[in-house]
């Protein structure tokens, strides 16, 4: 569901949440479980991590709707609670990895691979994955999550201005050198 | 010079990530037909807005159903609710109950043995009556509550354990496509050797539980015969059962109706 869809039983669903009623947390989970997973996976490309996230979205959401700005759409206040979660995320594996030991690129590839629909054009769904994902790692936190709102999820500039709390300058700019960026990292990985 | 040919940039980036619209829109299709540099980035970046547009990621489905997934967020927030170093209620109300049990008995007992001999028209009074504190129906209640509480707690427990085991996406073994489910199938076993003392030590109180009961202990049987590392297909099977028999479903509404 697109974030700007469905807004007044969004609201109503947010509203009866902020005013303790649990019951209307499962009806909001079915409306965005799929879409904000996607967000998750997107960014972090595993997906043990991006349903752990979800998870945590769900419940970091009900437990700030007493927070929650009525006149607020609520789809964009739940993506911008999972990019940030899956900025926490994506920094606590960093850490982990530097501490331990390197991330496993080629476990990434095949989780990656596992997601596509036909078995036959896995190993070039793979490929292309992998040097997606590498790309994509590669970009500072913020505009990665301009890169995956607007190209994984088809948001418009001013939609991902208003999930991500930046002005829409920011966000043209920050798509502009996040695009520049991923093609320097795939050019520089074919040499 | 500088400053137009930055803007030049930007617009080709942005015209390649198809946000670009009306006169800037035409505009820089107009300059990057005459300029080939900006061509070629403009299909360069072109091409990798194409390669994750296809990228499966934007078609994944989440690995764990909808409503196992919402029992676990629902377990998360009832943990979350629970303060840390505080009791849970039930485990208030065990000892609680002993306490008034025990004051009905004695204080009777006591009061008695203090008092001078008792008038024979007195002796003749039923000792419930007597006490002024908890009358018969009073503690058959008090144990008819127990007994739900306990069996809503028994269903919770079981329901944790499904949930384990039907959202598992921990793989102990990738290349054989095996799950690791933890500690569920011991978890299982401990469930189902409680699983006498809810029901027949619940009696009446439980009855209308007893459905749910029942196919709680068959599919806690199933999880108890498995190992710690599983087949996916085996997990599969399971959630499927637990989907068609919505059996987390009446788990909840159920515990729901114990704890009244």
């Known amino acids: 569901m697109h974030p700007s869809e469905g807004g007044a039983g969004d609201r109503d669903l947010m509203a009866r949440l902020a005013s303790g009623d649990r019951e209307a947390l499962a009806p909001l989970m079915g409306r965005h479980y799929r879409r904000l997973y996607r967000i998750a996976l997107s960014y972090l490309r595993q997906p043990d991590d991006a349903l752990d996230v979800v998870q945590e979205a769900f419940v970091k959401a009900y437990q700030w709707a007493p927070r929650w700005d009525g006149s607020a759409e609520a789809g964009p206040w739940l993506s911008r609670i999972t990019v940030n979660l899956s900025i926490d995320r994506w920094r606590r594996n960093r850490r982990r990895a530097q501490t331990f030991a390197p991330l496993a690129d080629g476990d990434h590839a095949a989780t990656l691979a596992d997601l596509g629909p036909a078995p036959d054009r896995r190993v070039e769904g793979r490929e292309a994955g992998e040097r997606l994902a590498t790309a994509l790692r590669g970009l500072p936190e913020r505009q990665r999550a301009v890169v995956v709102l607007r190209h994984y999820q088809d948001l418009s500039l001013e939609e991902i201005a208003v999930t991500l709390g930046m002005s829409l300058g920011t966000v043209k700019s920050s798509l502009h050198r996040a695009l520049r960026r991923m093609r320097e990292a795939l050019e520089g990985g074919r040499a | ?260």
């Open chain 2, 1 to 260: 010079m500088i400053l137009g040919h930055l803007r030049r940039r930007r617009l080709v980036s942005l015209l390649a990530a198809g946000v670009l619209e009306g006169r800037e829109r035409e505009e820089t299709l107009a300059h990057i037909a005459e300029c080939a540099r900006c061509r070629e980035e403009h299909e360069a970046l072109r091409a990798i807005v194409a390669g994750m547009e296809q990228d499966p990621v934007r078609g994944a489905d989440p690995p764990v159903p909808l409503a196992f997934f919402v029992a676990r967020v629902e377990r998360e927030v009832e943990q979350a609710l629970v303060p840390r170093g505080r009791p849970r209620w039930w485990l208030l109300a065990v000892p609680a109950a002993a306490a008034i049990v025990a004051v009905a008995v004695l204080v009777p007992a006591i009061v008695a043995r203090l008092r001078p001999a008792p008038r024979a028209a007195q002796a003749e009074i039923p000792p419930a009556e007597a006490s002024p504190l908890l009358t018969e129906d009073a503690l058959a209640r008090i144990e008819r509550n127990l007994a739900r509480e306990h069996a809503a707690r028994y269903l919770n427990e079981a329901g944790e354990v499904l949930v384990a085991v039907a959202a598992t996406g921990v793989d102990c073994n990738r290349a054989d496509e095996r799950l690791d489910v933890g500690s569920a199938p011991e978890r299982s076993r401990e469930l189902l050797e409680r699983r006498a003392l809810v029901v027949r030590g619940g009696g009446e109180a439980v009855a209308s539980a007893r459905g749910v009961l029942d196919d709680v202990e068959l599919a806690l049987r199933e999880v108890a015969d498995l190992p710690s590392c599983v087949r996916r297909g085996d997990v599969e099977r399971l959630r499927r059962e637990v989907e068609e028999r919505q059996l987390l479903m009446r788990i909840r509404l159920m515990t729901r109706e114990l704890e009244g």
